[in-house]
C-alpha cells in the first residue's frame, strides 16, 4: 500500500534501533481517511472468507478493526486489557507477556461475542513479538470459533513473532513489513 | 436517531439504578454500521463548522470519533489516560475525576497535533457527569484552538455534565438522551 508506505517514511519517527513512532497518524492522531484505505485493503486480502467478527485489542486496534469491520460488514469485539484477572465464566482470558514493558497482563473477551459459529479475522496495528496476538489466537481456540487469518498494518519482520505464529500455519497479510533501521532511517521489505 | 434508540431499548442491560451497559454494541463489540450511521449524523448537525479536527478520549471514544473524521474528512486525536504524569513541554495536561472509580487521572494530547489554528469537534460515547469532557474542553483552551461543540451518542440528563456544559455556552448535541430507568427498563427523553 503505497499511501501506507509514504506515511510511514515521511512520517514515522525512528527511536532508537528498533521502535518507529507512528502516532501522527496511527497511535494518536489518526488519520481517518488512510484508515478507510487499509480496511478497504484486508477486504480486498481477506474476502474470500466468510468473515462473521473482526477481533482486535485495545487500544491502538480499534481504529483499523473498524474501519476493516465496515469493509465486511461485520462487527469488530476488541479484547480489553488488565493487570490480571480472576478467571470467570462470563469471559475467555488469556495471559500476554509485554516485551516492552517487561510486564505479563490479562487479555479478556465476553463470552456473549464470540462462539463456536464465528469466522474471525484478527486486526492489529502491529506485529512484533506477536505476543499479543497468540493471546488473541488463544481467546478464538477456547471459544471454538475459526480463525481465518490476521491482518496486520506494521509488520517488524527483524522480529520474530510472524514467523513463529507462520509456523503454526496461521495466514498473516501484513500491509507493510519493516527489515529493519539504518542511520535512523526505516527500510521496508 | 431511531437505530440507535433501538439498540439501546433492545440491547442495553440496566444494571442498578444509574448504569446502562451497551457493551454489545459500543463498548466491548462496536457495531460497524451503527458506527457510521451516527458519525454521518454527527456531520449532518455540524457540518457548518469547518471542523479540522476530530479530539476525544481513550478507549470507549475513538470508534465513534473515526467515524465521524470519515465524514467529517478530518483527522482523530485521542487524549491518552495516564494514572499521574510530570507535567511537559511536549503535551497538554488535565485532571480529571473519575465519578465511577472514585480516583483523579491525568488526560493528555501531544501538542503536535492540536494547535490555535484548529477547529474541534469533541466526540464521546457518554455524557453523564461531564467531568472527562471538561479536561477536554481545558485541553483545547490551552492549545488555543477553537471548540466548535460537542458531540455525544448518549447523555444521561438526570446527571448534571449536560447542564453544566451547556451553562458555559459549549454546544453539544447529544444523539440519545436518558432521563432515567424504571423497574430495570431506560426511559428515554
Known amino acids: 500500500m503505497k499511501s501506507l508506505k509514504d506515511k510511514i517514511l515521511g512520517d514515522g519517527i525512528v527511536l532508537g ?3 518507529i513512532k507512528v502516532d501522527s497518524f496511527l497511535n494518536h492522531q489518526i488519520d481517518a481517511q488512510l484508515m478507510y484505505e487499509m480496511g478497504e485493503e484486508f477486504y480486498k ?3 474470500e472468507c466468510n468473515i462473521t467478527k473482526i477481533l482486535t485489542i485495545e487500544v491502538s ?3 483499523i478493526a473498524l474501519t476493516t469491520g465496515q469493509a465486511f460488514g461485520a462487527s469488530v ?3 480489553k486489557k488488565h493487570k ?3 478467571t470467570s465464566n462470563d469471559f475467555y482470558k ?3 507477556f509485554s516485551f516492552t514493558k517487561k510486564i505479563s497482563y490479562d487479555i479478556t473477551v465476553s463470552k456473549e461475542f464470540i462462539n463456536e459459529n464465528d469466522n474471525i479475522l484478527i486486526i492489529d496495528d502491529f506485529l512484533t513479538t506477536g505476543n499479543a496476538l497468540e493471546g488473541l489466537v488463544d481467546i478464538i481456540k477456547q471459544s471454538g470459533a475459526n480463525l481465518c487469518g490476521v491482518g496486520i498494518v506494521i509488520e517488524k519482520t527483524f522480529q520474530d513473532g510472524g514467523r513463529k505464529l507462520r509456523e503454526k500455519g496461521i495466514r498473516i497479510e501484513s500491509l507493510t513489513k519493516i527489515k529493519g533501521f539504518e542511520n535512523g532511517k526505516v527500510i521496508l521489505e
Do not use: H
Open 17 to 19: 534501533n528498533n521502535i
Open 45 to 47: 486480502r481477506f474476502k
Open 61 to 63: 486496534g480499534i481504529a
Open 77 to 79: 469485539v476488541f479484547a
Open 84 to 86: 490480571s484477572l480472576n
Open 94 to 96: 488469556s495471559t500476554v
